[in-house]
């Protein structure tokens, strides 16, 4: 009977039972919150997984948001709706969106600190709290960029607006393709369609009213937009606001513009050794990336016209040997080709050989 004792005291036991879960929505993550115009946008990133750390039952949860002007409580905003978002379970990250459209008297006046924490609900409306908190500014907006236009060049794409002066502010383009590269099969990815000037990337531009976009590629639609952007100190923190942005101006750059015209021509003549009479050309070389060369053209001094043209492909060095016909008193021209035949405007001068 002992032995019997002895051998069910060495069984392990079970413990309490375990509660189930109550499947709460743990805390989301890459929470921000950026000010646009008269509204704060926030941006975050669904869980998959509840707070005991398994995978979140249900297909969707509930956002909703709380909103703190400088050290006050963080309160529901009136009016605001909690939003339901769908729950993506192939191990990608959902990105999610709210929005606070400001009252007048935190959309305009004096800058403050809005402080926001988001919290999420199951599918019975239970939830584990709110997030932590991440901070806007309250106050007035920099203003909407107006008079946005777009035209080519031959170095890019010229952007201009109608400047404002002493408003603390800078203002970034945005250039969206409208045709987007196919995705590498290799690289599992393609590049961003959407490309930052101005503030993203190099130095912010201050409001002069033009940039060069020479990266914009020829033959390839492009949306071009642009905002205001300005930051605030408030409570120690550095708080970014930005304009609404602008209405959008479509453009497909053609590379229709001729390199520039060469200069500084000059010509010598002299005799030729089969007897005859030359002219030696020399010019400024010009500086294209594009460059092909350059076209000669040769008229009677009295004639109207470039004349005949003295080369077939275009001639590579910034210089000319031309064997004359007959000694006479000639005009010589001189352009730059590129490598899709756009020729400059021609460059000139008047050759005197007579006898030599």
């Known amino acids: 009977m002992a032995l019997a004792v002895v051998a069910m005291s060495g069984c392990a036991s079970p413990g309490p039972p375990r509660s189930p879960t109550l499947n709460l929505p743990a805390?989301?993550?890459?929470?921000?919150?950026?000010?646009?115009?008269?509204?704060?946008?926030?941006?975050?990133?669904?869980?998959?997984r509840n707070t005991d750390r398994l995978p979140l039952k249900g297909d969707r949860v509930t956002a909703s948001f709380c909103r703190a002007v400088d050290a006050g409580r963080c309160l529901p905003v009136a009016g605001v709706k909690p939003v339901e978002f769908a729950l993506v379970t192939?191990?990608?990250?959902?990105?999610?969106?709210?929005?606070?459209?400001?009252?007048?008297e935190l959309s305009g006046g004096a800058a403050k600190v809005l402080a926001y924490r988001v919290e999420l609900f199951n599918a019975v409306g239970k939830t584990a709290g709110f997030s932590d908190a991440v901070y806007a500014a309250a106050g007035a907006a920099p203003a909407m960029v107006e008079g946005l236009a777009v035209e080519g060049s031959r170095l890019g794409v010229v952007v201009s607006w109608k400047p404002v002066a002493g408003d603390g502010s800078v203002v970034a383009l945005r250039r969206e393709e409208l045709a987007p590269k196919p995705v590498d099969a290799k690289a599992k990815k393609t590049d961003s369609a959407v490309v930052w000037l101005g503030a993203e990337g190099e130095a912010a531009k201050v409001d002069g009213g033009m940039v060069l976009d020479t990266s914009a590629a020829t033959d390839e639609p492009y949306r071009y937009m642009a905002e205001r952007r300005k930051t605030v100190q408030l409570g120690g923190r550095t708080l970014e606001m930005r304009s609404e942005a602008s209405v959008g101006v479509v453009y497909v750059l053609h590379d229709v513009y001729p390199p520039p015209v060469p200069t500084d021509l000059s010509g010598a003549a002299f005799a030729d050794v089969s007897g005859g009479t030359a002219v030696d050309l020399i010019w400024q070389p010009v500086e294209d990336v594009g460059l092909s060369g350059y076209?000669?053209?040769?008229?009677?001094?009295?004639?109207?016209?470039?004349?005949?043209?003295?080369?077939?492909?275009?001639?590579?060095?910034?210089?000319?040997?031309?064997?004359l016909p007959v000694a006479g008193r000639y005009r010589y021209s001189v352009t730059a080709v590129d490598a899709r035949g756009n020729e400059s405007a021609a460059v000139e001068t008047v050759v005197e050989t007579g006898k030599l």
């Open 27 to 48: 805390e989301v993550t890459k929470l921000t919150a950026m000010r646009r115009g008269a509204a704060v946008e926030l941006e975050f990133v669904l869980p998959q």
């Open 295 to 323: 076209n000669v053209y040769r008229a009677a001094a009295e004639d109207a016209g470039r004349g005949k043209k003295l080369n077939g492909d275009p001639v590579r060095m910034p210089a000319f040997h031309d064997v």
């Open 90 to 104: 192939n191990g990608q990250a959902t990105v999610a969106e709210l929005k606070d459209e400001l009252p007048a």
